[in-house]
């Protein structure tokens, strides 16, 4: 069975980092796209980033865009989100996703059907 286990949430400040990690198991194909909601309380659910297998083709929403960057270690089975600058509006709970389709990633990954969802990590940024 697919899982998707997401790390690295925690508390910081406005203007700190932090790295998430997916670390993905029971997930053989090569032909998908990863990446990451998040959800605040109170808002609707939004696409912030996804990976492209094959092409390495990422995406970004605008919000996010400059600030963070999504990678992956193949061999290691594991997606990261490094995030810097971070705003109090990045306060959300984030979820890794993967679609068994890697055109999804785009500008359509907000609504892309999702295959697999992690259970989610916390991300909380004060001012």
């Known amino acids: 069975e697919v899982q998707l286990v997401e790390s690295g949430g925690g508390l910081v400040q406005a203007g700190g980092s932090l790295r998430l990690s997916c670390a993905a198991s029971?997930?053989?194909?090569?032909?998908?796209?990863i990446g990451w909601f998040r959800q605040a309380p109170g808002k609707e659910r939004e696409g912030v980033s996804c990976?492209?297998?094959?092409?390495?083709?990422?995406h970004y929403a605008g919000s996010v865009k400059g600030r963070f960057t999504i990678s992956s270690d193949n061999a290691k089975n594991t997606v990261y989100l490094q995030m810097k600058s971070l705003k109090p509006e990045d306060t959300a709970v984030y979820y890794c996703?993967?679609?068994?389709?890697?055109?999804?990633?785009?500008?359509?990954?907000?609504?892309?059907?999702?295959?697999?969802w992690g259970q989610g990590t916390q991300v909380n940024v004060s001012s």
């Open positions: 029971g997930f053989t194909s090569d032909d998908y796209a």
């Open positions: 990976l492209s297998s094959g092409d390495g083709r990422t």
């Open positions: 996703a993967v679609a068994l389709a890697p055109w999804l990633c785009g500008s359509g990954w907000f609504t892309a059907r999702i295959d697999y």
